[in-house]
Antibody, heavy 117, light 106 residues
Framework: EVRLVESGGGLVQPGRSLRLSCATS????????MHWVRQAPGKGLEWLSG????????GYADSVKGRFVISRDNATRSLFLQMTGLRPDDTALYYC???????????WGQGTLVTVS | DIQMTQSPPTLSASVGDRVTFTCRAS??????LNWYQQKPGQVPKLLIY???SLQSGVPSRFSGRGSGTDFTLTISSLQFEDFATYYC?????????FGPGTTVEI
């Protein structure tokens, strides 16, 4: 069974940094691209960033480009999101997501809540 | 960036109804369109990928159609557990983008 467990969220002041982690199990991690998606309270889904299986192909939403950095460690089966210059509108539940066929977002973690205030 | 729109924003329906809602991309995305269902307080769930392929375990009452810029999701006979918000998402080019969602209400 695919399992994605996010951690690292919390309450942080504007302008500060936070690093999210996603521990994975149940699949061959280095066979899959991985993405981050967030959802602000009461709002829709926002795609944030993605990284291919080897880490060489990366993309970001305009809203986080230059502030957030995605990375992965295939040896430890982990995905990361380094967030800097946090703003109140970054307050959201952050999901770690496994990418499947046609780059669809196949399996989702339960999310970690980031509150910037 | 590719913009995604969905209509209607809210749809009122009854159990047993056939419902269809639409998703439109600001430019052609071929068939790189995915549909997700999200119930309140729950994690989004992939329903349809590549416009019309049913994700494993998803009931066959869900179907997707379309290519290019216009897509539809149809629920052939609405069940109580289908009342939720449905999002489309393009995976044609980065940055991937979601539509604003359609909420299906009782």
């Amino acid at each position: 069974e695919v399992r994605l467990v996010e951690s690292g969220g919390g309450l942080v002041q504007p302008g500060r940094s936070l690093r999210l982690s996603c521990a994975t199990s149940g699949f061959i991690f280095d066979n899959y691209a991985m993405h981050w998606v967030r959802q602000a309270p009461g709002k829709g889904l926002e795609w944030l960033s993605g990284i291919n299986w080897q880490g060489g192909d990366i993309g970001y939403a305009d809203s986080v480009k230059g502030r957030f950095v995605i990375s992965r460690d295939n040896a430890t089966r982990s995905l990361f999101l380094q967030m800097t210059g946090l703003r109140p509108d970054d307050t959201a539940l952050y999901y770690c997501v496994q990418v499947g066929r046609a780059a669809a977002l196949k399996s989702w973690g339960q999310g970690t809540l980031v509150t910037v205030s | 960036d590719i913009q995604m729109t969905q209509s209607p924003p809210t749809l009122s329906a009854s159990v047993g109804d056939r419902v269809t809602f639409t998703c439109r991309a600001s430019q052609s995305i071929s068939s790189y369109l995915n549909w997700y269902q999200q119930k309140p307080g729950q994690v989004p769930k992939l329903l349809i990928y590549a416009a019309s392929s049913l994700q494993s375990g998803v009931p066959s009452r869900f179907s997707g159609r379309g290519s290019g810029t216009d897509f539809t999701l149809t629920i052939s006979s609405l069940q109580f557990e289908d009342f939720a918000t449905y999002y489309c998402q393009q995976s044609y080019s980065l940055p991937f983008t979601f539509g604003p969602g359609t909420t299906v209400e009782i």
